[in-house]
């Protein structure tokens, strides 16, 4: 069975850090297109950042979070990781990692609905 499960959410004062965490069972994180998704009460879901699988190795981010977030895996124990440095009021929301079923991303990175797994999401407020 397909799981994922985040940590490392809290709350956090304007310009701290966070990690968060997403801890993979049932498949491998390498091997598929992986995710991290945020999203505030009713709006959209937004796709901040991305890593294909290692056959392919590209990493992308939203301009909202490019130079202050890094998506990164531990492969060792399948985990994914997304370090948030220099936080801001706006990047308060529920984060969530996700899994596509193919290790590609191409131009669907961004999108929710090409994702097939997701966690449980974790809160990340940044108070000012």
């Known amino acids: 069975e397909v799981q994922l499960v985040e940590s490392g959410g809290g709350s956090v004062q304007y310009g701290g850090s966070l990690r968060l965490s997403c801890a993979a069972s049932?498949?491998?994180?390498?091997?598929?297109?992986m995710g991290w998704f945020r999203q505030v009460s009713e709006h959209e879901r937004e796709g901040i950042a991305s890593?294909?699988?290692?056959?392919?190795?590209?990493?992308e981010y939203a301009d909202s979070v490019k130079g202050r977030f890094t998506i990164s895996r531990d492969n060792a124990n399948n985990i994914l990781f997304l370090q948030m440095n220099s936080l801001k009021p706006d990047d308060s929301a529920a984060y969530y990692c996700?899994?596509?079923?193919?290790?590609?991303?191409?131009?669907?990175?961004?999108?929710?609905?090409?994702?097939?797994?997701w966690g449980q999401g974790t809160q990340v407020t940044v108070v000012s």
């Open positions: 996700a899994a596509r079923e193919f290790g590609v991303c191409g131009g669907a990175r961004r999108s929710p609905t090409s994702f097939s797994s």
């Open positions: 049932g498949f491998i994180v390498s091997h598929r297109c």
């Open positions: 890593f294909d699988s290692d056959s392919f190795d590209t990493i």
